[in-house]
């Protein structure tokens, strides 16, 4: 919250002068003196290879050992401090550096709930057990510390009321709702789970006037793999195990007005004794509950031939069900939630492996918690992959190898309620972030399926691809992890939403960052995703029998870390970056209305759409600064990229296709600017590798280049931070990648722009074709002008 505020302030200090360039001058001088001395003096034979070293460690897999550990006690937010300690320990062991780290968040846990169904006497005929089924050969189904079926955040409550059908609780599903006459006020809404994140099925719910909200797994949003096709139910077979809950957060995760996180305390960290506010933005006020779609069908089977028969699409297939929309004015249900909220300590842990350089980080994350006793895929398929991780660098480092950067793992908490402890991490630390960290590297579940997708920053797009074609794919003919990503994901590397913890580094602080892991596909079974049986019993029998794809998941991820610590110049790529932000423009220029392009744009937006925002280049500024400064003032520079203007003459008439115009012409010519730069950087770090050929003067003035060049690229991605945030969500600070505010996990790019446009909004929508043009010039200017 402080951010905000302190422009105004720094803004009116005078600049230092004299004092700024003389650390400069001692830095280069001592340098120098470095340099003479020792940089050919510096052995570049390795022993081995690294790379084939990590892949000689990783040749054991103890992946299967990790993730037994990890599921074998339930672990919710802020439960479980043996596993918090059992981690830390092997991080320690393997020569990592450790921290447990904790915050003080407001969560809640599950006490008791009950569902009736109620005829027109209000007597019971149903009661729903909420409960999955015991699975003789799956321990994790077992015992008394099982975890009940329940949804972290809905409030609690007793309604008793009428029901609808509401498909998938979409805005446009509540639309159609409306168009039907239906009257949602004080029903309780049975919604399916898809599509969107379920927190916002309970938004759009409540926002229409539903009292309660239950959510289902439809069969029929299983790819077909159903008992009514012929599979077998897990433990048997592939389907889905008809009693399974998928439980989850119903924070209202990306959607208007909120903040992931703690959400008493939206943008800043929950840490000591903190301000806080009515957490009522982020969360509901409404009770809900999960359910199986076993249990739902007695329930929905009351709703047969009442009300409107849903459209097509929104027939699902449950079998007694004729997916009418009810309600049933002689049915109705008791819906009873009861939880515990309170603020409470939850731990991340922290190993850090310190690199030659102290101020380039590159930081490999993944959640400990789960919603259930198991959760064998989700997270700690991670969770055993991040292990591996840290032996295999870890005893990388023991054998002599000293790591350029400086590497950390975390060890989240609270992932799952709402991205708990990476967000509040990343509140905490957000100018000491800023300044370090290279890359962000994010593992949820590694694996549920055989089939590598990958979401990224694509700065990061060409590192994830080389390091692909070392690794070999376990199945099928002999053929490199590359290759399978190419035949099988159409070498598509997706853009970033939300739902996992890069949200803060992406979405926050512009850190690059990439989530990646094997996901099932139509020959994979189903995943039972917050589930009892998320198992390891159904790891090793059906998701992956001996953990060769942890394994896979291990090697790659280590070899992505060693990779970015390595290069003298960072591999990210601001070609593919600026192409790709070109790319996404253009999509976005042709989803514009057609009558939109001739709206005129009166000049004072126009004037708008030209004029540069100090306080944005203040805060960039301060987002980019690092311990050392070279080249000429960034305070002037602005000056310099402000000076176009779009239209044909500044007393014609400008409509909005100019806007656009400019905005499109401004992201090409980046495109270019970064191409050149890429391959100007490629070079440098060919010469960096022969510098054994250079007289030292020539080394000294390369490595000021690639100082120079380094600083560049480690902050390009900042560029494209807007201080404000985005219209009505302002903790997301990225205008390019956010999640949708309708959907919540999945990812939508130009999001300033786009969202603008959707609500009919000229002013906003030129406004934010602004932000984009000044970011673009801003950084084709840093580009263009570098050494
Ligand atoms: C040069 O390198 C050696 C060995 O790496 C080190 O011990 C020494 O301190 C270095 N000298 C300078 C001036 O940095
Ligand atoms: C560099 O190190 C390797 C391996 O330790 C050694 O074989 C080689 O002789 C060293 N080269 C120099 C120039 O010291
Ligand atoms: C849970 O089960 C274990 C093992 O059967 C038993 O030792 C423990 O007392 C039980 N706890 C409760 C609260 O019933
Ligand atoms: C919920 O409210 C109903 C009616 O008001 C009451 O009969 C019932 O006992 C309540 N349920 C619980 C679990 O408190
Ligand atoms: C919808 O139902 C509520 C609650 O029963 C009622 O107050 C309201 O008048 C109804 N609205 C319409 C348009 O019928
Ligand atoms: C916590 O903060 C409040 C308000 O800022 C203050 O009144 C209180 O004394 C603080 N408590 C502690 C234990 O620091
Ligand atoms: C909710 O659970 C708490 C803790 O078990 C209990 O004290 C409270 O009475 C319960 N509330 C209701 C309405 O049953």
Known sequence: MGEKFNYDIEMAKPKPGRSRWLPILLFATSLLVYLLGNFSAINTTFIEDPVDTILALLGQNYAAEWSKKYTAESHLPGTNYGLVEWTRDKFEEYGWKTTIDTYDIFVSYPESHSLSLLDEKARTIYNAPLKEDVIPEDPTTHGNDTIPTFLSYAANGNVTAQYIYANYGTVDDFKKLNELGVNITGKIAVIRYGKI?????????????????????????????????????????????????????????????????????????????????DPHVSIGRIPVLPISYREVTPILKRINGYGVASPDEWKGELKDFDYNIGPNPEA??????????????????????????????????????????????????????????????????????????????????????????????????????????????????????????????????????????????????????????????????????????????????????????????????????????????????????????????????????LELSKKKVFELSAGDYATSLFTYFEQLYSDVPKEWLNKEVPHHLRKQFESVSLMNEEFISKSTKNHFKLGCSDMMSWLKYSVKKPGKCPHQTTTFKDILDQTKQDLYDLSLAAVEFDAENDVLQDQYDHRSDYWPIKRYWL?????????????????????????????????????????????????????????????????????????????????????
């Not at 889905?240 to 992931?260: D, K, M, T, Y």
């Not at 999640?739 to 603008?756: C, D, H, K, L, V």
Request: aromatic fraction near 12%.
């Open 197 to 277: 994140f379920r927190g916002l099925k309970v938004k759009f719910a409540q926002e229409n006037g539903a009292v309660g909200v239950l959510l289902y797994l439809d069969p029929g949003d299983d790819f077909g793999i159903t008992p009514a096709n012929g599979f077998k139910q897990y433990p048997h077979g592939p389907a889905r195990q008809e009693s399974s809950v998928q439980r989850g957060s119903v924070q209202f995760l990306g959607g208007i007005g909120a903040a992931p996180g703690d959400p008493t305390t939206p943008g800043w960290a929950s840490k000591g004794n903190v301000s806080r506010v």
């Open 703 to 787: 490595y000021l280049r690639i100082l120079k060049r380094n600083k560049l690229l480690k902050f390009f991605e900042r560029n494209f931070l807007y201080y404000e945030g985005l219209h009505e969500r302002p903790w997301f600070k990225h205008m390019v990648f956010a999640s949708g505010r309708f959907t919540g996990y999945t990812g939508q790019t130009w999001p300033g722009i786009r969202e603008a446009v959707e609500d009919n909004d000229l002013p906003r929508a030129v406004k934010w074709l602004g932000i984009a043009s000044k970011a673009a010039r801003r950084a084709s200017h840093t580009i263009r002008y570098s050494i």
């Open 332 to 561: 109705q249900l008791n819906l009873f939630s009861n939880q515990t909220f309170n603020i409470t300590p939850l731990w991340n842990v922290y190993g850090e492996i310190e690199g030659k350089n102290k101020h380039e980080v590159i930081i490999i994350g993944n959640h400990r918690d789960a919603w259930i006793k198991g959760g064998a895929g989700d997270p700690n398929s991670g969770s055993s992959a991040l292990i591996e991780v840290a032996r295999a660098l870890g005893d990388l480092k023991k054998s002599g190898y000293e790591f350029e950067r400086t590497i950390i793992l975390k060890s989240f908490d609270g992932e799952e309620y709402g991205l708990l402890g990476s967000t509040e991490f990343g509140e905490l630390n957000a100018d000491d972030l800023k300044r370090k960290v290279v890359a962000y590297i994010n593992v949820d579940i590694a694996v549920d399926g055989k089939h590598l997708r990958i979401g990224a920053s694509p700065l990061l797009n060409k590192l994830l691809r080389k390091v692909a074609t070392w690794l070999p794919y376990p199945e099928g003919k002999s053929k490199t992890l590359y290759e399978h990503f190419v035949e099988d994901a159409g070498d598509r590397i997706g853009h970033l939403g939300s739902g996992s913890d890069y949200t803060v580094f992406l979405e926050h602080l512009g850190i690059p960052s990439v989530d990646l892991g094997f996901r099932p596909g139509k020959d994979d079974g189903i995943y039972h995703y917050h589930s009892n049986y998320d198992s390891y019993h159904w790891m090793s029998t059906f998701g992956d029998k001996g953990f060769v794809f942890h394994n896979l998941a291990a090697k790659y991820l280590s070899l992505l870390a």
